[in-house]
């Protein structure tokens, strides 16, 4: 597949982008793996490669605008415009609402939320001149869609990425790109810490925690051909937590 099929995925140095990464990878996309430090995701790279499939990195910070513009139209410029974009990059900060700090509340809907317009707007009007079929694949949380205890932050955020998807998919949808929202529940990645694991496993019917795989596998249907019908949902991938 040429680059003419290629794939960012922000945030793929580890967790459920990496994952993602590997799995788009696999399927034969042409991957542009991003980390916010250069080399933060040269092992993703590196690891896609090694399975005889083809990859690039680009590195800025999700948060900062004037930085992923320059970073993407730099990268467009080399490069031909993307067939999809997966926005997952994101970061918790997590406190009870009387302590949370402005800092706190400021660092994850910059990153989290903010990161939406910052990645999207730059790359949306070169999808759109394609004038070929493209995917966007929005990563929210279950905290968008019930909130959770200490999390008013990410949870805000996240329902706020909810609702920006659901715009965007009506704008793009006489253009043939679908835009859609994967809203992961408990997943064994290292932004949760082990005793939260144990303690909320008790609360999902299949009583386990999601595995970064099974995140990605769903990644990748929506951005496959199968899934040219479908946009504007929004997926909880959680062990029926949210159902």
């Known amino acids: 597949m040429s680059e003419a099929k290629s794939i960012l995925v922000t945030g793929s140095s580890r967790g459920i982008g990496r994952a993602a990464a590997l799995r788009l990878a696999r399927d034969g996309y042409h991957l542009v793996v991003h980390g916010r430090k250069a080399g933060s995701a040269g092992e993703t790279a590196a690891t896609i490669r090694a399975a005889g499939g083809s990859a690039r990195e680009l590195h800025f910070d999700v948060a900062d605008r004037a930085e992923s513009l320059a970073a993407l139209e730099a990268d467009l410029e080399k490069h031909c415009a993307y067939y999809g974009v997966v926005c997952n990059a994101g970061v918790t900060a997590d406190a009870p609402f009387p302590g949370m700090s402005g800092e706190e509340w400021d660092t994850v809907i910059r990153t989290d939320l903010d990161s939406f317009y910052n990645v999207l707007r730059p790359l949306v009007m070169p999808m759109i001149q394609r004038r070929e079929p493209g995917r966007i694949v929005t990563i929210a949380s279950v905290s968008g869609l019930m909130g959770n205890r200490g999390q008013a932050n990410y949870a805000a955020a996240k329902a706020g ?83």
């Open 161 to 243: 990425v909810i609702a920006a998807t659901k715009s965007l998919a009506l704008e793009l949808g006489k253009r043939k790109i679908t835009v859609n929202c994967v809203a992961p529940g408990l997943i064994g990645t290292d932004m949760v810490r082990e005793e939260v694991l144990e303690k909320l496993v008790e609360m999902i019917p299949l009583q386990r925690a999601g595995a970064p795989e099974e995140v990605a596998g769903l990644i990748a249907f929506l951005m496959s051909d199968e899934a040219s019908y479908i946009t504007r949902q929004v997926f909880a991938v959680d062990g029926g937590l949210s159902s």
